[in-house]
């Protein structure tokens, strides 16, 4: 897509300046720049609370307190045996 910008003559010299010793182009240049300014108007991210998330994600969530005894190796390798067997 192609855009039309108006800048003063003697910024465009120094952004050709730049963009030679960055090996790019003013449009790469230009692009990078109004990424970077997208990116930093986005919301930040947060965790949901459990009230805003949908109802299918709250059929798969788990809460509780964790099993302070858990052994994990135990269990995956109790998993492993009964799916292919000892």
């Known amino acids: 897509m192609k855009l039309t910008l108006n800048i003063e003559p003697g910024l465009i010299d120094q952004m050709k300046k730049v963009a030679k010793k960055r090996n790019?182009?003013?449009?790469k240049l230009a692009e990078s720049f109004f990424k970077k300014e997208v990116e930093t108007e986005r919301e930040p991210f947060r965790m949901k609370s459990l009230?805003?998330?949908s109802d299918v994600v709250k059929q798969f969530t788990?809460?509780?307190d964790p099993v302070p005894d858990f052994d994990h190796k135990a269990e995956y390798h109790k998993h492993l045996e009964e799916k292919y067997g000892s």
């Open 24 to 27: 790019t182009s003013i449009s």
């Open 51 to 53: 009230e805003e998330l």
């Open 62 to 64: 788990i809460s509780g």
